[in-house]
């Protein structure tokens, strides 16, 4: 970050803004409502500026500045158009240690006005840092069509209730967790329709109800999908967002992982070719304790969880235990990969079925129905197959496969690292020996594989 995000209490504080012109007048405006001491030097002071000095109580100086002037002020605004005051007030400000804002000039600042979306007592702010103050504000407008004014008074409802909660629930997790009910729940509704009087009387009645010892875990199976952020689901951002605990496999980018809520703790239980970080069953007694000691665990997982993820076995021992638990269907692998691929699953005129597999090696062997698998008219899709595709190649030609039948590898898929390889049965496997193809992959078989060069959409580097 070039800027580090902060809000300042400037009630009562005196603030000094240089220029008098209509940009010093929307600096004014902002200053003022916070409820700044405003004092305003200039050699000439606009009508603008005039109108707002009752309503602002502005104190006027109509002269230059000199550094002198600086004296005891909490913050500095210039909004002139001349470059050597302009230098002059940021040297002052720096060497005083006092908060400048040089306006339309980001290297003479220490700090930047954001574009704001003032729903007082909730304030948000996006800055791009000076680089593309329009962007910055576009992205405000977008922000203010999904954050009504009543969200204000959502706060305040909070605020009124705040000490009550806090009197209630001993222990902070337990209170975050049940504000995280009502600011989203039917008393917000309550209030987002205007009815303050009755949000606060249900507020009060869900509050005596509560168990001050209540345990509040549980868990939550979240697919985390192929790899692109944004094809995670809206449920499971938001139960991201309000887990304690985020336990997460290798296939989890860093970009899925950086959505979950920052304060939560990160536990990696990943898996992968002679190295399992934890045993399959240690990570289901895993997530039970967690939820017992009363935290909400979301278990991330990439794809989805109910194919070839062992989700079953991590919610039978939730069920036995008695822990509550929800689970989030994620986008597979097999889809997410063949669609950004270009690789229809099926196809009118090359294939009526599709068939998932896992072509994990287990004693240097692959264990599946090839005869079945060898079958025309369809597709197969293997996941984990990348250490034994010369196997899986040459098994499907002795059992009737045509040497020619169309193959590719993604590696990536989803991502910017996206990279797609195609061949047949007998070329491929040497085309991933010398693509230096690495997991995770994932493995399409079948006519449909020709359609990939007319349908490929998603450009990244694609090796054929």
């Not at 001349?82 to 400048?100: C, D, G, R, S």
């Not at 605990?245 to 990943?270: M, W």
Request: proline fraction near 5%; glycine fraction near 6%; hydrophobic fraction near 45%.
């Amino acid at each position: 970050m070039d800027y580090f995000p902060v809000f300042l209490k400037l009630t009562d504080q005196p603030c000094l803004v240089i220029g008098a012109g209509e940009i010093a007048a929307r600096k004014i405006e902002l200053l003022s409502r916070a409820g700044a001491n405003i004092t305003v030097i200039a050699r000439e002071i606009s009508d603008t500026v005039l109108s707002q000095e009752a309503s602002h109580r502005l104190t006027l100086l109509e002269k230059s500045f000199v550094p002198e002037d600086l004296g005891e002020f909490r913050l500095v605004v210039s909004a002139t158009d001349n470059a050597e005051t302009n230098q002059l007030v940021a040297k002052t400000a720096a060497e005083k240690n006092i908060p400048v804002n040089v306006v339309d000039n980001p290297e003479l600042c220490s700090f930047i006005f954001p574009a704001i979306i003032d729903r007082s007592p909730i304030i948000a702010a996006v800055s791009s840092g000076g680089a593309a103050p329009v962007l910055a504000r576009l992205l405000r407008a977008k922000i203010e069509t999904v954050i009504p004014p009543a969200y204000g008074h959502l706060a305040s409802l909070a605020d009124k209730f705040r000490d009550k909660v806090k009197l209630h629930f001993k222990q902070p997790a337990q209170r975050r967790i049940f504000w995280e009910s009502i600011l989203q729940g039917s008393i917000a509704e309550l209030v987002f329709s205007g009815l303050i009087k009755e949000a606060e009387l249900q507020l009060e009645k869900t509050l005596a109800e509560q168990k001050p010892d209540a345990n509040f875990g549980e868990v939550y199976l979240i697919g985390a999908g192929p790899g692109a952020p944004d094809l995670l689901t809206f449920r499971a951002l938001r139960l991201m967002q309000q887990a304690d605990v985020v336990v997460y496999d290798r296939l989890v980018s860093p970009e899925i992982l950086d959505l979950a809520r920052r304060d939560s703790e990160k536990i990696y239980v990943g898996k992968q070719r002679h190295d399992h970080a934890l045993p399959q069953e240690s990570i289901n007694i895993l997530l039970a304790d967690l939820a017992k000691a009363g935290k909400r665990v979301v278990r991330l997982k990439g794809g989805d969880p109910f194919i070839f993820g062992r989700g079953g076995e991590e919610i039978e021992t939730l069920m036995q235990q008695g822990i509550n638990f929800q689970v989030v269907p994620g986008i597979t692998a097999a889809s997410g990969c063949a669609a950004y691929a270009g690789i229809p699953l099926t196809h009118r005129d090359h294939a009526q079925s599709c068939t998932f597999v896992t072509g994990h090696l287990k004693d240097n062997t692959i264990n599946l129905n090839w005869a079945q698998l060898a079958a025309p008219n369809q597709t197969i899709v293997i996941y984990m197959g990348l250490v034994g595709l010369e196997k899986i190649c040459e098994s499907l030609i002795a059992h009737g496969s045509p040497k020619d039948l169309p193959i590719a590898i993604v590696q990536q898929g989803t991502t910017v690292n996206q990279r797609v390889v195609t061949g047949t049965l007998a070329t491929l496997p040497d085309k991933v020996v010398s693509r230096d193809i690495k997991p995770p992959t994932l493995i399409i078989i079948g006519t449909v594989v020709t359609l990939h060069d007319k349908l490929s959409w998603f450009k990244t580097r694609k090796l054929d």
